[in-house]
């Protein structure tokens, strides 16, 4: 295991320790951490989302299952029948909840570009969280499709995956444009040209 996947390993399983306390660290990954760590880079959207209790080795816990039907795989194995389920650690059952600071949410119909490791394995399987989390939206006014990040702030850069994740009604935020934000298309050809600058390898494409 490499030093970074490592280092990104050890914050989760440190998060998996403090989850009575509600809290999450994340090391925030550049964008060339951000593919290299991930097993795999997928576009899709979100067909459906679950929550149950499930046994583990601390007790039971609540997790959330999030079902994608994955429209291209832009890095590692496409999933079987094109369809990938996420599990995070929190959700709600009945009137039972657990909720995780900084842990991102989905609803059916959500369209994203996910970077994931360790699914089933950590208590987020997106690289540092909403760090590995990138909406596609639509912008009504200029006609046409843009991405976001986690905090729904237009991306306009790869250079800011690794910039933190403030609030949408920071000044800085609200400096962000969808009309100069990336395009899917965009996005997706510097995923494309990062797997093959770090190998092994191009990526696996749909």
């Known amino acids: 295991m490499s030093a970074l996947l490592s280092r990104f390993f050890a914050v989760a399983l440190f998060a998996a320790a403090v989850a009575p306390l509600r809290a999450m660290s994340?090391?925030?990954?550049?964008?060339?951490?951000?593919?290299?760590?991930?097993?795999?880079?997928?576009?899709?959207?979100?067909?459906?989302?679950?929550?149950?209790?499930?046994?583990?080795?601390q007790g039971r816990a609540i997790k959330t299952f999030v079902t994608f039907h994955v429209e291209r795989t832009l890095k590692g194995q496409p999933p079987?029948?094109?369809?990938?389920?996420?599990?995070?650690?929190?959700?709600?059952?009945?009137?039972?909840?657990?909720e995780v600071a900084g842990m991102p949410a989905f609803q059916p119909g959500d369209r994203e570009i996910v970077f994931v490791t360790?699914?089933?394995?950590?208590?987020?399987?997106?690289?540092?969280?909403?760090?590995?989390?990138?909406?596609?939206?639509?912008?009504?006014?200029s006609d046409r499709d843009y991405v976001a990040r986690e905090n729904r702030i237009p991306l306009e850069s790869t250079a800011e995956v690794s910039i933190p994740l403030q609030s949408a009604a920071s000044p800085a935020a609200r400096a962000k444009s969808a009309t100069t934000a990336l395009t899917p298309s965009?996005?997706?050809?510097?995923?494309?040209?990062?797997?093959?600058r770090l190998?092994?390898?191009a990526p696996a494409q749909k």
């Open 118 to 141: 360790g699914n089933g394995r950590t208590i987020c399987p997106l690289i540092a969280a909403g760090h590995g989390r990138y909406r596609l939206l639509h912008d009504a006014a």
């Open 80 to 98: 079987k029948d094109d369809v990938l389920t996420l599990v995070f650690l929190g959700g709600k059952v009945g009137a039972d909840s657990m």
């Open 186 to 196: 965009d996005f997706e050809d510097k995923i494309a040209e990062a797997v093959t």
């Open 26 to 57: 994340v090391v925030r990954p550049t964008f060339d951490e951000l593919v290299g760590v991930s097993e795999i880079v997928v576009r899709g959207q979100v067909t459906a989302t679950r929550s149950a209790y499930v046994d583990t080795t």
């Open 199 to 201: 190998g092994p390898g």
